[in-house]
C-alpha cells in the first residue's frame, strides 16, 4: 500500500455548495489542515459561519489498471460529500473520524479533480449540535490518497486498518498475542504473516491462510506497557504474501498490560496507579481544529511536563496522531464520542457510527483503557430512548471490544440512583462547586456522600475547574473574579482533597488548555474558555500548572506564583512558592527571608519597600526562580474585573428604544444570589412562576427540559446570581427575558 499526501494546492470556496457555483466565485488558494472559522469561531458573538463549503483539488494520477485506489481524509466536520471528476464517491456524516472512498473506477490516468462539500450546519441527527466548544468547519485533518493491491488489508470496515492486535496478559506471566486480519479479495496460497518484535528484536512469529487471518503468538517475560515510567512499546509487522509476492503490509505499535477498576481506584498492571490528569481540547488560537503534528506534539510535551498521567480526550474522536503519542508517553486515555448534553430523537444512528468508527479506528492503542458513552447528557432532559440509547452503545463497546471498560460523565444535576449511571462500567461526575455553584469545600462532602451511600462502586471526577485570565489579580480572590490567584487557591483545594481520597479512580482537570467558544463572553474575553492551566496560544502556563506539576511531576523545579500581579498595595506580601522539593528558601532585595520544609505549597510574608522595585528570589537546591513587585499606595484599576467587562447586560437597545438594568437599593435585582432571592416568599413565588411559565412555554414547542426541575437544582444554583445563570444559559435568556426578569425583581423588598 502507497499514500500520498494531497494537502497542497486546494481551492476554498466560502458558502458554495457546489462545483457548479464556484466558477461564479474567484475562490481562495489553500493548503489542508483547513477551517473557515479560525476566526469567527473563537470572537464571541455566537455568530460563527455555519454552512456548505466547497474544496477542490486537481489531482494529475498515473492510474494503473491493475491496482484499487482510495480517497482518505482523516476528519471533516460534520458532513462531507467528496465527488471525483463529477461523480460521487461518498458521502460521511459525523467529524471527527477517519474516512474513505473505493475511487478506483472514478479516476482517469492524467489530471482528475476532486471536489468535497463540506457541511457544518446545525443538524437534527448528527452529534454535536449542543456543546459549550466551537464546532470549527472544514477539511481540518490530513487527506491522502492511497494505491493498493486488489487483494489487500481491508480499507472499507468504518475507516480502520485492516489489523486489530490484542495481548492479553496471562496468569502464567507471558502474554497472549492474537493478530486479526482482514483481508478484501484473498487468493489461494496466500498467508497473514506476522512478526512481532521489542527494541529491535524479533520475539514471536506466526503465519495463518489470508482466509481466516487469525494469528496467536506467546510472548515469554513481556516487557509490559507501564504508564508513563516505562510505556513500552512492541511492533507488529504484519504481511499479506503467497511466498513470493508482498500484497499488504500493516507496522502496528501495541502494548502488553493489564488494568481494572475497583471501589479503590484504578488498578495497571497488578498494582494500585491513581489515574490524575487533564482534559483535552484539540483547537488553537487563530487556527481552531486545523493543527498538524507540530500543535500535537506541543500539547503532549506540555501534558507531560505538567505530571498528567491520564488525558480525557474530550468530547469527540482526536486525531490518531495524538492517541499515538499518547501510546509512547504512557498516558492512559479516556476517548469518547460527541454523544454530549442533549439527545437528538434522530441521532441514534449517527452515535452509533461515530462508536464504531471510534473503536475501529483506535482499537490498537495501548493508551486508550476507555470507551466513554457520553458527557452531561441530561443537561437535555431525561428520556427512555436517551437511557435506551446509552444501552446500545454500551453493549456495542463490549461487543466490539472486550477488553476495555467503558465509562462517561454526568452533570452535577444528575442523581447518583439514577438508571443512567449504572449502565457502563464505571462513571465519573462533572463538578464544579466552588466556580458555578456552591463552595469548594463541596466537592469534598459530595464525595464524602456518594462514598457513604455507595461504598462498593467506583468514582471519579471526569471535569473540574473554573477560569483564570491573566490580566486580573487580587490579594484577596474570590469566587467568579476570574483571578490567576483564585483558580489557583481553587485547584489547591481541589489537590488537597484527592490526596485525602485516594480511591477516586481517576481525575481530569478541566482544562488542560483554553479553548474556542464562540458563544461565550466572560470575565472580559470573548468566545473563550479560559478554564486552561495553560493559554488558547500555549505560550503562557498559569499558575495553577505549577501547582500540579508540583504534585504530579519529579522534574525538580521551583516556581513564584502571582508573577504577573506586579504592583502591590500591601506592606506585606504573601508570596507563594510552587515546587516538588521539600525545602525552600526565599530571598527578598538579597535579603533572606525564611527557609521553610513542607510540600507542594509555601508561604512566606515579605514586607515590600515603598520604593522600587522588590526583588524576589526562590531557591531550593539546584532550582531558582525571580520575580519583581512593585510596592503602591493604591489597588491597581488594571487588574479588577469592571462590571462592563463581565459580559453581562447593563442594557441594550431593541427598535430605538434603550431599555436600561436598574438596581435600586435595598431591592432585589438579577445581580442577587438565586438561593437569598428564594428565601423571601414574594421572590420564591416570582421565581416559581416564572420556571413554569418557563416549563409551559418549551412543552408547547415540543422541546425538552434542560433537566428536571427538583429540589437538587435548585439547591445547586442557588448561590448562584441571576445574572450568572443567565450568563451560563447560552443565549437562551435574552435580554428582554432578563430585563422582564429584572424588573419583577425590582418591585420586592429585601426584608
Known amino acids: 500500500m502507497k499514500t500520498l499526501l494531497i494537502n497542497d494546492n486546494w481551492m476554498f470556496y466560502k458558502g458554495v455548495g457546489n462545483i457548479e457555483d464556484a466558477a461564479k466565485s474567484a475562490g481562495e488558494k489553500i493548503k489542508l489542515p483547513h477551517t473557515w472559522n479560525n476566526m469567527d469561531g473563537q470572537d464571541g458573538g455566537s455568530d460563527y459561519f455555519r454552512g456548505a463549503c466547497l474544496y477542490v483539488k486537481k489531482l494529475n494520477v498515473e492510474k494503473k489498471a491493475d491496482k484499487v485506489y482510495y480517497i482518505e481524509f482523516r476528519a471533516v466536520n460534520s458532513v462531507a460529500d467528496v465527488f471525483v471528476n463529477g461523480s460521487k464517491a461518498v458521502h460521511h456524516e459525523g467529524g471527527f473520524s477517519t474516512f474513505r472512498a473505493n475511487i478506483t473506477d472514478l479516476l482517469v490516468s492524467g489530471d482528475n479533480t476532486v471536489a468535497v462539500v463540506a457541511d457544518n450546519s446545525p443538524s437534527d441527527r448528527i452529534y454535536p449540535q449542543m456543546a459549550d466548544f466551537t464546532f470549527f468547519g472544514g477539511i481540518y ?18 475507516g480502520g486498518e485492516g489489523v486489530m492486535v490484542t495481548p492479553v496478559l496471562k496468569d502464567d506471566g507471558k502474554a497472549e498475542v492474537t493478530v486479526q486480519a482482514f483481508v478484501t479479495n484473498p487468493e489461494k496460497g496466500q498467508q497473514v504473516a506476522v512478526k512481532v518484535a521489542f527494541d529491535g528484536k524479533d520475539v514471536a512469529l506466526g503465519a495463518a491462510p489470508a482466509t481466516d487471518g487469525k494469528v496467536v503468538l506467546s510472548i515469554d517475560k513481556p516487557e509490559l506497557w507501564d504508564g508513563v515510567k516505562k510505556p513500552s512499546l512492541y511492533k507488529a509487522t504484519v504481511i499479506l504474501t503467497d511466498g513470493k509476492t508482498l500484497f499488504d503490509e500493516r507496522e502496528i505499535e501495541f502494548g502488553v498490560r493489564s488494568f481494572s477498576v475497583d471501589k479503590d481506584g484504578f488498578v495497571l498492571n497488578g498494582r494500585r496507579y491513581p489515574l490524575r490528569g487533564v482534559a483535552r481540547h484539540q483547537d488553537r488560537l487563530n487556527m481552531g481544529w486545523a493543527i498538524t503534528e507540530k500543535e500535537h506534539e506541543e500539547d503532549m510535551k506540555l501534558i507531560s511536563e505538567v505530571g498528567a498521567n491520564t488525558i480525557r480526550l474530550a468530547h469527540y474522536q482526536h486525531d490518531s496522531y495524538f492517541y499515538s503519542l499518547a501510546d509512547r508517553y504512557g498516558m492512559v486515555i479516556w476517548a469518547e464520542i460527541p454523544y454530549i448534553s442533549a439527545h437528538l430523537p434522530a441521532g441514534d444512528e449517527n452515535a452509533i457510527s461515530q462508536m464504531k468508527e471510534l473503536i475501529v479506528q483506535n482499537y490498537n492503542h495501548p493508551s486508550i483503557m476507555f470507551w466513554g458513552l457520553s458527557n452531561e447528557i441530561t443537561i437535555g432532559g431525561e428520556s427512555e430512548e436517551l437511557i435506551a440509547l446509552h444501552h446500545k452503545l454500551n453493549d456495542l463497546c463490549h461487543e466490539m471490544d472486550k477488553t476495555r471498560l467503558t465509562t462517561m460523565a454526568n452533570v452535577t444535576m444528575l442523581e447518583p440512583t439514577s438508571e443512567l449511571t449504572k449502565i457502563s462500567d464505571i462513571m465519573s461526575y462533572n463538578h464544579y462547586f466552588g466556580w458555578y455553584v456552591g463552595d469548594v469545600s463541596q ?95 500555549r505560550k503562557t502556563k498559569k499558575d495553577s500548572f ?148 418557563a416549563v409551559s412555554e418549551m412543552k408547547a414547542r415540543g422541546e425538552e427540559l434542560p433537566f428536571q426541575i427538583s429540589k437538587n437544582v435548585f439547591k445547586l444554583a442557588s448561590s448562584m446570581t441571576i445574572e450568572r445563570i443567565a450568563g451560563m444559559a447560552g443565549g437562551k435568556i435574552t435580554p428582554e427575558i432578563l430585563f422582564y426578569v429584572n424588573e419583577e425583581l425590582n418591585k420586592i423588598p429585601k426584608k
Not at 142 to 157: A, C, G, M, P, Q
Not at 546 to 553: F, R, V
Open 546 to 693: 505549577y501547582l500540579y506539576k508540583a504534585y504530579w511531576s519529579d522534574e525538580p523545579f521551583v516556581h513564584i506564583a502571582s508573577k504577573r500581579y506586579v504592583k502591590r498595595p500591601e506592606k506585606v506580601a504573601k508570596i507563594k512558592v510552587y515546587t516538588n522539593q521539600e525545602k525552600v528558601t526565599l530571598f527578598a532585595n538579597g535579603k533572606k527571608i525564611a527557609e521553610k520544609s513542607g510540600k507542594y505549597v509555601f508561604e512566606f510574608d515579605v514586607p515590600l519597600h515603598l520604593i522600587g522595585k522588590n526583588r524576589i528570589k526562590a531557591v531550593s537546591g539546584n532550582c531558582v526562580d525571580e520575580a519583581e513587585f512593585v510596592r503602591v499606595l493604591k489597588p491597581e484599576k488594571g487588574y479588577s474585573l469592571k462590571k462592563e467587562e463581565t459580559g453581562v447586560v447593563n442594557w441594550f437597545e431593541k427598535d430605538g428604544v434603550r431599555y436600561e438594568f436598574k438596581y435600586p437599593e435595598g431591592m432585589f435585582s438579577i445581580r442577587d444570589k438565586l438561593g437569598v432571592i428564594m428565601a423571601n416568599p414574594d421572590g420564591e413565588a416570582l421565581i416559581m412562576r416564572l420556571v413554569d411559565r
Open 141 to 158: 485533518r490530513n487527506v491522502y490518497l492511497i494505491e493498493t493491491e486488489k487483494s489487500r488489508f481491508d480499507l472499507d470496515y468504518y
Open 443 to 537: 466537592n469534598a462532602d459530595w464525595l464524602d456522600d456518594f462514598r457513604k451511600e455507595f461504598p462498593d462502586r467506583p468514582i471519579g471526577l471526569s471535569e473540574y475547574g473554573c477560569e483564570a485570565i491573566l490580566t486580573w489579580h487580587s490579594s484577596d480572590p474570590k469566587q467568579g473574579d476570574y483571578t490567576e490567584e483564585y483558580q489557583a487557591y481553587y485547584h489547591e483545594n481541589m489537590l488537597k482533597i484527592f490526596a485525602e481520597r485516594p480511591y477516586l479512580w481517576a481525575t481530569h482537570v478541566w482544562n488542560m488548555f483554553d479553548f474556542g467558544v464562540d458563544g461565550r463572553d466572560e470575565g472580559g474575553v470573548k468566545g473563550r474558555n479560559n478554564k486552561g492551566l495553560v493559554t488558547y496560544d
